[in-house]
């Protein structure tokens, strides 16, 4: 299939009907801007995670993990900048009564004539730009009066600044090093569509890496490179990633310079991740705003300095998507279409599935079971013994399931199963005891899209 076929819609209705994402609070009507994820969006979201984790904390010796709170002191968003400084740019029409972001008009619809944007018929009535904050205000306290206001993180980052201190000491490491955290953020966003590229909550995956002032412009430059390097080991086409330097107007209130990694999706080329040089902003405002020293301190080299901090910051959610986008094909088998899903193994939520050729047969199903039960506590496995074979097949390749196990007459015979390959449907007949091995192995090899570029 021409990648540039996949459709958004064709992912949202695979993602609904396969229960990965629902829209959130569907039986009120849904609220814009929020989904929930069902069974097989949790354990993919889950793994995306790991892949993250495993490449930021158990591959490398400068990186320690942290969870801080999602709500903080109100000052800390102060200090940040962020009560002042985390806005987005808003109009509104007096005709239709809708918001627009007012650098984005040119991707809205018009709320009289959807085919035009807003600003473009007759009847448009549209105000000046207003700044708008971001922020979710909440209110620690139940009494009005003694409570107080604060805010739902916009970003985790904050929670990193803040524990500098803490975290530099305990983990006894010295810059470069950083300090990785993965937790939901929250923004008052009021762009909706795209399904869960933004969304009012989201997760996300940062990493603050403090290092000697004179090396942030090298780190920035690694980061970049690193971070392309993880979207490409997990499977995701070269072709379909580049980077894009911000212009210097659209540079966040604390960064000097920032990447973003993008990703062609259904829509066009979007930021997938961004990779911020931050300076010295938000340690040296926190110490201002708190009085807190958050300085690298030396004491045996007689060194002391504010450390800058170079900033992967990725949407666990987008990226998701991204995965889902990249992966998704469709083919014409034995003149009978298929949906597939070609995961990376370590992505997709299910490794492999366990399916008896003839349910009601009982030494079938009893080997089957058994199989499965062994698979289990390996991997994520799956047993299915309903409907037809063909379309057990269909749902595991729906959900990107690299592997299947079929138990039939003959494996009563031979104790050979039949184990079929996702991608290329290859079915190989191998001896039942050493299944596991076989499908641990498989799952361990290296695995390229076969999708073209
Ligand atoms: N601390 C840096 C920071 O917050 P960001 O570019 O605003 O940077 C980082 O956010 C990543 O989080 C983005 O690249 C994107 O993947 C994800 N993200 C941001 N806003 C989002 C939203 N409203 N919905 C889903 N993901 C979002």
Redesign the pocket.
Known sequence: MNSDAVTMEKIVSLARRRGFVFPSSEIYGGLG?SYDYGHYGVLMKENVKARWLEAMVRERDDIVALDSSIILHPRVWEASGHVTGFTDPLVDCRFCKLRFRADQLGEAQCGAKPSKHPGETESCDLTEPRHFNLMFSTRIGAVEETGLDTYLR????QGIFVNFKNVAQIARRKPPFGIAQIGK?F?N?ITPGNF???????E?M?MEFFVPPAEAEDWYRYWIEERMQWYLRFGIRESHLRVRAHEADEL?HYSSA?S?IEYLFPMGWS????I?NRGDYDLSAHTEASGTKLEWVDSEMGERYTPHVV?P???V???LLAFMVDAYDEEVVAERPRTVLRLHPEIAPVKVAVLPLIPRNAEIAGRARALYEELRRAVIAEYDDSGQIGRRYRRQDEIGTPFALTIDEQTLEDDTITIRDRDSLAQERIPISGARAVVLDKLAQDWRTPKPG
């Open positions: 801007s916009p970003e985790t980052a953020g923004r966003e869960i590229f933004r969304t009012l909550e989201f996300m940062e966040s920032t973003d930021e997938l991740e961004g911020a900033e910051a990725a949407g959610n987008r990226s």
